[in-house]
């Protein structure tokens, strides 16, 4: 089910408000996709499936509050943030938003753009695609992702496997831009790395 499917906001809105079960169960497959990701970045893999039900049940119960003032998947976006937060407070495993030193813009490495200005010279120019196919570094690249600091693993998670928007992301983490791009270079330096040592020595 394509978010495409889905009938005009006015439209869809209504349905929902209505009780439309059938309408109700393609948007919950349209936007699954993007409400999963954001609860992945947040919470990790074990409960995200539960924040997105818990945001779904809040959504609901709030949408005769809804006053559009966004778009309704954007809502729910924020609404499975605040969820996963909340999960995580509860699990006294709070997520640090501290304000990060902006290195990056004296950084060789990066342009004024917080962009690579070269590739890692220890890759030729198929490994990177070779190397992402074997299991093993699949493998290794989550043991790795799940070890860096939380508010890195989100815009990281959020960015690189949300594929969502810098000012999504600031919105959601809490961060500002120049702070999630320092948060977001980090994370793929450490990767970067990763990927490198794992293509020297064959190991994790």
């Not at 640090?96 to 753009?113: G, H, I, K, M, Y």
């Amino acid at each position: 089910m394509s978010e495409k499917d889905l009938p005009e906001e006015e439209a869809l809105i209504e349905g929902l408000l209505n009780n439309d079960q059938l309408l109700f169960n393609k948007v919950v497959k349209a936007y699954y996709p993007s409400m999963y990701s954001v609860a992945y970045a947040i919470a990790g893999q074990a409960i995200a499936d539960e924040v997105v039900q818990e945001a779904w049940v809040s959504g609901i119960r709030a949408l005769p509050k809804f006053e559009g003032r966004s778009k309704l998947k954007s809502w729910l976006i924020r609404i499975v943030a605040n969820e996963a937060k909340t999960r995580l407070r509860k699990e006294s495993r709070s997520v640090s938003l501290e304000a990060v030193n902006e290195t990056w813009a004296t950084d060789p490495r990066f342009d004024n753009r917080g962009h690579w200005n070269e590739s890692n010279t220890e890759w030729n120019s198929d490994s990177p695609e070779e190397l992402l196919s074997a299991n093993e570094l699949k493998d290794c690249f989550k043991k790795h992702t799940e070890l860096l600091p939380d508010n890195q693993k989100q815009v990281l998670n959020l960015r690189d496997v949300g594929g969502m928007e810098m000012d999504e992301i600031c919105n959601i983490v809490g961060v500002s831009s120049s702070n999630a791009r320092v948060l977001l270079h980090r994370a793929r330096d450490k990767m970067q790395q990763m990927v490198a040592h794992f293509q020297r020595t064959g190991k994790c």
